[in-house]
Nanobody, 124 residues
Framework: VQLQASGGGLVQAGSSLRLSCAASGRTFSSYVMGWFRQAPGKEREFAAAFRWSGGLTYYADSLKGRFTIDGDNAKNTVYLQMNSLKPEDTAVYYC??????????????????WGQGTQVTVSS
């Protein structure tokens, strides 16, 4: 399984970015694909996740309303739309995938595969 994250960059506060995570190497219909982020000196934290079966979405409470996750089944790609970005959103964003049980989408140890990360920097 390979996960290729892209779409990061340097933007001003209030801007938007759309991250992409393209997955390959197996069928993902039973998987969850998630986005986690890690700011300098901090632990990696959950941002959002998408369950292919049923299209269920999960969000960190602090990001609800600003971030939206969705998936394109034909492209095996999950997107994270990030709006109204704040300096505190600055982090490396990682995509992850795995056969994550219900109730565990926010837990990083529930994911088996990780992408290389894409840097998001939000200036004030």
């Amino acid at each position: 399984v390979q996960l290729q994250a892209s779409g990061g960059g340097l933007v001003q506060a209030g801007s938007s970015l759309r991250l992409s995570c393209a997955a390959s190497g197996r069928t993902f219909s039973s998987y969850v694909m998630g986005w986690f982020r890690q700011a300098p000196g901090k632990e990696r934290e959950f941002a959002a996740a998408f369950r292919w079966s049923g299209g269920l979405t999960y969000y960190a409470d602090s990001l609800k309303g600003r971030f939206t996750i969705d998936g394109d089944n034909a492209k095996n790609t999950v997107y994270l739309q990030m709006n109204s970005l704040k300096p505190e959103d600055t982090a490396v964003y990682y995509c992850a995938a795995g056969p994550v049980p219900y109730g565990s989408a926010t837990l990083k140890f529930a994911y088996d595969y990780w992408g290389q990360g894409t840097q998001v920097t939000v200036s004030s």
